[in-house]
């Protein structure tokens, strides 16, 4: 069962990741470009190159933020109807004991504010352990997929529309 665990939560940290740096990138490069444009496509030098590093970087820090929080919804969705070691989440519908298979948004949204709350606790406790002494957004992210691995365990055992069943 540690293994399903483990897997469960590699899976979902790569994913996160990996669309979050993505998409920020993305959004970052494209802001970037347009702030050359519209400064008349100057001639890349060095100044002009080293202002454009720091464009970039100034607005991947806060696109980061933003699109961290839509990856942690959309990722919720990813850990559901995976077969993991001969293992799967499940999701139940409401008052009954039946699965349900295809697994829209709208099916998510109790047990995503259930898991980002505990998300919110465990960030929070180690956050509080840290002192604080090295706060922003990329630490705040690690504390995320420290704690994500922790929260599929709570979560698993406290909310009741989540089952984990041999497939």
Known sequence: MNRFYFFLWFNWAKSLTLYTLGISGVISMFITLVIYVMLGFRNLQTNVLSALVDVFSFYFTIVFS?????????????VFNHC????????????????????????????????????????????????????????????????????????????????????
């Open 66 to 78: 933003l699109v961290l929080l839509l990856m942690l919804f959309r990722s919720i969705k990813q």
């Open 84 to 167: 993991i070691n001969g293992y799967e989440l499940k999701l139940l519908q409401c008052g009954t004991t039946n699965t349900i298979d295809e697994i829209g948004y709208g099916d998510l949204v109790k047990v995503w504010r259930k898991w980002f709350m505990l998300l919110i606790w465990l960030v929070a406790i180690f956050m509080i352990i840290t002192l604080f002494s090295f706060f922003n957004i990329y630490a705040l992210f690690g504390f995320i997929l420290i704690a994500g691995y922790l929260s599929f365990i709570i979560l698993i055992a406290r909310c009741k529309q989540v089952r984990v069943v041999k497939c």
